[in-house]
């Protein structure tokens, strides 16, 4: 016990989750005392404990601001791009296409891919070859619509 004795809180964390089992913490999920169901909490603790790594849930959408949406038809060629502040490094945006909400609209999810060495600040960018007659795109994140970009015929 006296090797434990620097670490009352991980021991206490554990030891909470291991009370009864565990189990009725982990089915009523009751939250802790910083907001975090105590399951979770006793996982995260037996986690570092052992040194492995919890990796951390990532928001709905995972991006703090994007702004500059542009996007252009040229020659049956459609490139859309627009700046993208990440919450983290590591990662860069990426468009794919989804339903549209109506005719005439490309529609797009904004999602992470990993990236080594990818910046905070990058640009997201979508190109494909002979598309229809578009007159709008929408980009959405999280499932809620972020940008909607009127299209540009060029050419």
Known sequence: MGAL??????????????????????????AGGNGAPAGNRAAAAAAS???????????????????????????????????????MAGFRPTLTERRASGPGTIAFDLTLSPAAGAAV??????????VSPYRTAEVYCGGRRIASIRLIQVG
Do not use: K, M
């Open 49 to 87: 404990l052992d040194g492995s790594t919890v990796a951390p849930a990532l928001p709905p959408c995972p991006f703090e601001r994007t702004r500059e949406w542009i996007g252009a038809i040229e020659n049956g060629r459609l490139n859309v791009t627009g700046r993208v502040d990440l919450q």
């Open 5 to 30: 004795r620097g670490f009352p809180g991980a021991l206490a964390l554990l030891v909470a989750g291991c009370s009864n089992g565990g189990s009725a913490e982990l089915a009523n999920g009751a």
């Open 121 to 130: 600040t990058d640009v997201a960018r979508y190109q494909r070859a002979g």
